[in-house]
């Protein structure tokens, strides 16, 4: 049987957005898929060193639910959304919003971000980051982790040419 | 059901218990059963979709109290 390939270009660089690609890597990886991953514009902040910088932003975002993570059962049930312009103008409004995200996601059992990534490289899916982009925003080789190759569109469409899914996330 | 080794997965949300299945797969030899244990209700449908894609055997998929139990063997 040919072994089955998923090829996924990330392209969001916030701690929201980083769980689709890992989540789905390392879950075709245990499936049995060959796999790769093609890091471009803010998707690269998912294969900083820092995983720090990784953000979730309520702020324009009228999907994301804004509800405490502790305290009684109807009181973590409300919603605490509030119009952008009030958001906008409340300092360190998106490291608490990261902060409380960081505690839901513990209390649910959900794996972390550098987590999720180690199990993808342990699960050998391919890190690939896109040098274009790398220079663009004014990064060096040093702040990613190791294991990281370095091309562009072509070497993408390399792989992403013989596989059986293709996510563009 | 006897079994060669067993995985607690309880408390874990979606994808780490199928991770930690397939981890704990390559513990066991060929024809060895793997117990799993689980709180996630969407475990129930991915296991069943993970034995079907690596041809492991579900062997059966139990739930008592929100805790739900796996025997797969594998391939």
């Known amino acids: ?169 | 059901m006897e079994f060669e080794k067993e995985l607690d997965a309880r408390g874990l949300n979606c994808p780490l218990p199928i991770l930690r299945a397939k981890k704990a797969l390559a513990e066991v030899g060929s024809g060895q059963v793997l117990k799993i244990l689980s709180t996630d209700p969407g475990s129930v449908k991915d296991f069943a979709a993970f034995a079907k894609q690596t041809g492991n055997e579900l062997l059966s998929s139990a739930e008592a109290g929100g805790e739900f139990t796996f025997f797969m063997k594998k391939k």
């Open chain 1, 1 to 169: 049987m040919d072994t089955k390939k998923m090829a996924i270009i990330a392209t969001k660089g916030t701690l929201d957005w980083a769980y689709p690609p890992f989540i789905l890597a390392s879950t075709a990886a245990a499936l049995g898929y060959e796999t790769q991953i093609f890091f471009t514009f803010y998707g690269l902040q998912l294969v900083r060193k820092d995983l720090s910088v990784l953000k979730v932003s309520p702020l324009g975002n009228p999907g994301m639910p804004m509800k405490m993570p502790f305290g009684p059962k109807w009181f973590k049930s409300i919603n605490w959304n509030m119009p952008n312009a009030i958001q906008a103008v409340i300092p360190g409004y998106e490291s608490v919003a990261t902060a409380l995200m960081k505690q839901t996601i513990l209390n649910n059992g959900v794996a972390t971000i550098p987590d999720l990534r180690d199990l993808c490289q342990e699960a050998e899916v391919k890190f690939i980051a896109c040098q274009m982009t790398v220079e663009l925003f004014g990064f060096e080789h040093s702040d990613f982790i190791d294991g990281l190759e370095y091309g562009g569109a072509a070497t993408f469409f390399e792989f992403a040419g013989e596989t059986d899914i293709c996510l563009f996330i």
